[in-house]
């Protein structure tokens, strides 16, 4: 074995979803933030796309997104089905994270492989900062509320028509007991073996 496939499993297996409002006011720095990008981009990619791309609001850009999003949210809204709490999250959460990370796929010009394949390269990619994140005990969260899929969302990153905002991942210190597992079907639930 090349590594210590207890520790990885272990970490793997109790990687938990760690909601913003449970991090700690203690800030991760920014070289930590660094690694979980840099094992990003060792995520698989089909015809070497490498589609991610990553924008890490930090400091003063945390109070920035998180009043773009809110305020803009309140303005494309119809008052009908404007929610206060909504608006509220959409607000604070950034501020309560010591980065945002803007989970980014870039449509390859030449369309050299079908779009799911970018979407799961990127997903591969967030898998890795989630596992990375596991190891160091950091509390992250990905969501995809608020804007995220909207036109307006792909204004403010200033990324292009064709390429996807995939959601925004939340990196913090927890400030809970690290969760307990979630609920997960059962391996033959989700496994077909064809042997014959
Ligand atoms: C693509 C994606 C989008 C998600 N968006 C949200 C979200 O908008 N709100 C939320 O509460 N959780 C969101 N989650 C996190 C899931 O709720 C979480 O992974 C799930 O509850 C399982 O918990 P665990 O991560 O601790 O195993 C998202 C997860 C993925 C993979």
């Known amino acids: 074995m090349r590594f ?26 920014k070289e930590l933030i660094e690694v979980l990008l840099e094992n990003a ?41 404007f929610k206060e709490m909504k608006y509220r999250k959409l607000l604070e959460r950034p501020s309560m994270a010591s980065a945002v990370i803007a989970i980014i796929m870039k449509r390859d010009e030449k369309h050299a492989v079908p779009e799911v394949e970018e979407i799961a390269a990127v997903s591969a990619a967030v898998q ?25 969302m792909k204004e403010f990153l ?10 925004l991942f939340f990196v913090g210190y927890p400030d809970i007991d690290w969760p307990k597992r979630t609920e997960r079907m059962e391996r033959r639930l989700v496994t077909e073996w064809i042997e014959e």
């Not at 272990?10 to 991090?23: A, D, G, K, N, W």
């Not at 109070?63 to 803009?72: C, I, N």
């Open 4 to 29: 210590n496939v207890s520790e990885i499993n272990e970490c793997i297996r109790t990687r938990r979803t760690i909601f913003p409002e449970q991090f700690s006011s203690r800030k991760v720095q």
């Open 41 to 81: 981009r060792w995520a698989p990619t089909h015809k070497l796309t490498q589609p991610w791309r990553f924008k890490v609001f930090y400091d003063e850009g945390l109070e920035k997104l998180g009043r773009w999003h809110a305020d803009t949210y309140k303005t494309i809204t119809p008052e009908a089905d």
């Open 128 to 152: 890795n900062m989630y596992i990375t994140a596991s190891a160091y005990g950091l509390a992250t969260y990905w969501g995809s509320g608020g804007l995220t899929y909207s036109s307006e």
């Open 158 to 167: 200033g990324i292009g028509e064709e390429d996807r905002c995939m959601g």
